[in-house]
């Protein structure tokens, strides 16, 4: 099993390109099978979740040619199922935004019930309201989700939470229903913003995106179109924390700086220079930081994604802070991890309380799940000596070329699927 071996104490610096945004991937491939025209999509990340949804989309019949190594062409005339794999879904949760793009286009959809993650508790019941109130019959059988209408309508759909995934997969499937939907208290992520632009790009009728009301004329076909996905605000924003943590000077290019406000400002509050440019932000961090309070909430509220790489940093701060989840209940596991880096944390419910320490020391870890994985990657940075960090599968999930990337900043950082390449990894660091 490949690990991460972190010899931490050297500042980042220098300049980093960020990829495309791996949540907006995922909705936007799933999108692309509701034509049966070719559809071009670039900047599209090569990590393990995109490439998951690409084999899933093959075995129902699109057929997928890789142009290069961020671009593809999808073909979805000749789809022949509409029933998704569980070997899949199994293990990406976002298979199921095939189920809106397929009973959009064939009014039916079969997709496995997708299992616990290990984030908390993640219900899927908005989508299903949603596809029930544009009139599909969704039924849970042997573990699928069975969802299919004879005639699919336009709906007034309230969604009692913000959901980024509920939101999406509504739209998609409202894009080709009969007549007008309005979906009201949508979440207004830039993903939700870029799957509606890209749907739009092929002929839908999407109003609102990006405010809390979006109203959708469906329509009857959907055509080709060439499309660029948008940065990769989490990987930006990991990137920026990585500065911050290691009293670092990091320019993250290929960025939309406004995406990022939410982050900018609180690494600004505990004492970092944020410089903004037209597609680029600069992290300079030259002091201790200080403590704060933050909350995670929906768009452009503090990002849920952007918690563990915070709260990482607030472990070397000046003073306590306060750190409450307010989307998952279960995403502080990285806080024992990071207790035996030398953290002095206490988790209660849904907030944690972090006294800052002069000093984390390396020790051997575990990546959690993919955003805690990273953020550990940022504590082992900033930390004194060696940190291995184990289970980095998650972290490839949604980081490319994670360690290149942080190495070409001056991190020394080795992937390494042996304890011989660890072994020799260890010795050349010293
Ligand atoms: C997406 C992101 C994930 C991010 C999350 C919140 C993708 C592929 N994943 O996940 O990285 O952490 O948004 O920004 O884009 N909920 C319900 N019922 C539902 C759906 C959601 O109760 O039917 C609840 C969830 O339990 C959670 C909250 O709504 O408490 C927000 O979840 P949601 O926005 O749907 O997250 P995902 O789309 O799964």
């Known amino acids: 099993m490949e690990q991460y071996i972190i010899k931490g104490g050297n500042p980042l610096v220098g ?11 995922l909705g936007i491939l799933a999108a692309a099978i509701m034509t049966d025209d070719t559809v071009l999509i670039d900047n599209l990340p090569d990590v393990r979740d995109i490439n998951v949804l690409l ?42 935004y095939l189920i809106g793009a397929l009973l959009g286009k064939y009014r039916r959809a079969e997709v496995p019930l997708p299992g ?10 908005l989508h299903l309201k949603g ?29 009692d939470t913000v959901s ?33 632009n890209f749907l739009n ?20 076909k959907l055509h080709r179109t060439d499309y660029s996905i948008i940065p990769d605000q989490i990987e930006a924003g990991t990137f920026m924390f990585a500065a911050a943590a290691t009293k670092g000077d990091v320019m993250v290019k290929n960025v939309i700086p406004k995406h990022l406000e939410a982050t900018s400002a609180k690494l600004m509050e505990i004492g970092c220079e944020v410089e903004e440019f037209d597609s680029a932000v600069r992290v300079v961090a030259t002091k201790r930081l200080s403590s704060t309070n933050v909350k995670t909430l929906p768009y452009p509220g503090y990002p849920t994604d952007m918690q563990p790489q ?33 953290a002095v944390v206490r988790v209660e419910g849904n907030t944690a309380i972090i006294t800052g320490v002069e000093k984390l020391s390396g020790a051997r870890v575990c990546a959690p799940d993919l955003r805690a994985g990273a953020a550990l990657v940022i504590a082992a940075l900033a930390a004194e000596g060696v940190t291995t960090v184990d289970d980095i599968l998650y972290i490839q999930r949604g980081y490319e070329d994670f360690d290149g990337k942080l190495r070409s ?4 950082i080795a992937r390494v699927d042996s304890e011989k390449e660890a072994k020799k990894f260890r010795l050349r660091i010293g």
């Open 116 to 125: 616990g993650c290990n984030i908390g508790s993640r219900p899927i019941d």
């Open 409 to 412: 900043l001056g991190a020394e």
């Open 131 to 159: 596809f029930k109130a544009l009139g599909a019959r969704v039924n849970i059988r042997n573990g699928f989700i069975v969802a299919v209408a004879d005639h699919l309508h336009g709906s007034h759909i309230y969604l």
């Open 201 to 220: 790009s092929m002929g839908a009728n999407i109003k609102g995106a990006g405010t809390d009301v979006i109203r959708i004329r469906g329509v009857q």
């Open 164 to 196: 980024v995934g509920a939101t999406i997969n509504i739209m998609m499937a409202a894009s080709m229903a009969d007549g007008y939907t309005i979906i009201e208290n949508c979440a207004r992520e830039p993903h939700v913003v870029d799957v509606a």
């Open 310 to 342: 915070i709260g990482v940093t607030l472990a070397l701060a000046d003073g306590t802070s306060i750190v409450t989840e307010s989307i998952f209940e279960n995403r502080f596991k990285y806080m024992d991890e990071l207790a035996r880096m030398g």
């Open 15 to 25: 300049e980093v390109e960020i990829g495309g945004a791996k949540n907006a991937a």
């Open 55 to 96: 084999e899933a989309m093959e075995s129902i019949g699109v057929v997928v040619k890789r142009l290069t190594r961020h671009s593809v062409e999808l073909h979805s005339e000749h789809i022949g199922e509409v029933s998704v794999d569980y070997e899949y879904i199994k293990k990406i949760r976002a298979s199921y």
